[in-house]
C-alpha cells in the first residue's frame, strides 16, 4: 500500500465509489427542482382597465396603435399574421360572427379577382330585385317584338318591291332601324346592370376580394340571415355563387365553392 500506484490507485477508488452514492441524490434534487419561470412580461395586456384579466403580451417586437386614452390606461391595437391554418381556430369577435371561403371554378382554378358580398335583408333583396326583373323582362320583350317586326319588313321588301334603287333604300333603312334597336337593348342592359348594382351596394354588409389562391375572409359580422354573392369576373360575367346562410353569435363559418355556378342569381336574365 506504501508504493505510489497502490496509492493513487486507492484514492482513485474511494472517489469512485463516494461518486456512485452520490448519483442518486443528485438525481433525485434534479427532479424535485421547479422549471425554470416564465420571463416576467415587461407589458401586460389587458381584457379592460383597472380589474381586467390579464390577455396576453405586448413584446417588443410588436407594433401597437393607441385607440382612446382614460385616465391612467390606453386601449391600443395590434397588427400582425398568423399561418391560415392556424385561422380556424381564431374566435370570432365578441357578440359577431366570421366568414370565409374559397370558390373554384369548373375547370378546378381558383376563382382569383372575384368579389365576395354578403348581402343583408334577403326577404327585402328578393322583393327589390324582382320588380327589376319584371321592368328588364318588360323591356327586353318590347324591343324583341319590334326587332321581328323590323325582321319580318326586311324579308318582305326583297319580294315586294321591284324598283332596285327603292328596295336597296328601303333596306338601308330598315338595318338601320335595327342597329338601333340593338344599342338600345344594349343600354338597357347596362342600365339594369347598374340598378342591380345599386341594389347590391343598399344590401351589402362587407365585402372582400378573393385573392389568387380563391380565398376570401368577412370579419365582425353582425349574427342575422345573409345572401353571400361571390362573381367571377366583372359582376354579370363569369361564375356567380349565390348562398342562403345563417350566422349566429361567435360562428366562424368556412364555405367551399366549386363546380357548376348558381343558376339563379341576381344578374340572371340580363342577356
Known sequence: MNHPACRRAFRLSRGLLALLALAPSVARAQEASPAPSPAPCERPLFGRPESGPVVGCLGGALAAHVLERVPGWLRVQIEGWIEEPMGAS????????????????????????????????????????AALRERREGDRDRIRQRLVGVDQQLERVLF???NLTRMQESRRRLRSEREALEQERLALRRKALEEILA?????????????????????????????LLVSSGSAADGPTWYVPLSLSPGERRRLDLSGPPSSNTPFSGLD
Open 90 to 129: 381564431l374566435p370570432a369577435p365578441a357578440g359577431k360572427a366570421a366568414l370565409a371561403g374559397s370558390a373554384a371554378r369548373a375547370d378546378g382554378a381558383p376563382a382569383a379577382g372575384a368579389q365576395a358580398r354578403l348581402l343583408r335583408d334577403p326577404e327585402a333583396l328578393d322583393v327589390e330585385l
Open 160 to 162: 315586294s318591291d321591284d
Open 199 to 227: 341594389v347590391l351596394e343598399r344590401h351589402q354588409a362587407g365585402s372582400s376580394s378573393l385573392d389568387t389562391s380563391g380565398f376570401f375572409l368577412l370579419e365582425g359580422i353582425e349574427p342575422g340571415t345573409y345572401r
